[in-house]
């Protein structure tokens, strides 16, 4: 259990962690004015700051792997994003969020018989992570509230997840 627990906790701190601290945000784009713009529809500016986001962190799931020896729990780290208007999740409030999605992957031959309990267990230290290095570095980026990220994890061979912790800024 605790092996699960320290993985996730690592990893996602090297994950994080890993990411460049010297990206700026985009160069402001000229966007249609607030009041013509879609409850559900994010401006250019806040779309080109969380592709900035990913971006960093897709180029540091190599290193995270090789670096943390994680390459022997996940044989696949998956970060991807999108916008959802919305009460997406509960107790989330309505609004058009920016939602992150960090997708751990199980290697095939790796022992899942406590992976549950043992990432239940981890989900005060996702949300500090959230609130301390997560969330202020996706705004640091450009990226305005409300803010939220999803972790799930994925035995190998199975669609649905094993778990999935979640956090976020609007609770």
């Not at 960093?56 to 022997?72: C, F, R, Y």
Request: some cysteine; charged content about 25%.
């Amino acid at each position: 259990m605790k092996r699960i627990w320290g993985i996730t906790t690592v990893a996602l701190l090297a994950l994080t962690g890993c990411a460049p601290t010297t990206t700026t945000a985009p160069a402001a784009t000229k966007s249609a004015p607030a009041s013509s713009r879609s409850a559900t529809e994010p401006s250019q500016e806040r779309v080109d700051a969380l592709r900035a986001y990913v971006k960093a962190e897709q180029a540091a799931v190599p290193k995270m792997l090789a670096t943390t020896n994680m390459d022997d729990v996940y044989s696949e780290v998956v970060v991807e994003s999108k916008f959802e208007a919305g009460k997406i999740w509960n107790p989330l409030s309505d609004g058009l969020h920016a939602v992150v999605w960090f997708d751990y992957k199980f290697l095939p031959d790796y022992d899942l018989s406590m992976a549950h309990q043992s990432i239940d267990a981890s989900k005060a230290q996702i949300d500090e992570l959230c609130e301390t290095w997560i969330f202020p570095r996706m705004r640091a980026l450009g990226v305005d509230p409300p803010l939220a990220v999803k972790f799930t994890y994925r035995a190998a061979d199975r669609i649905l997840p094993i778990d999935t912790l979640r956090c976020s800024t609007s609770r």
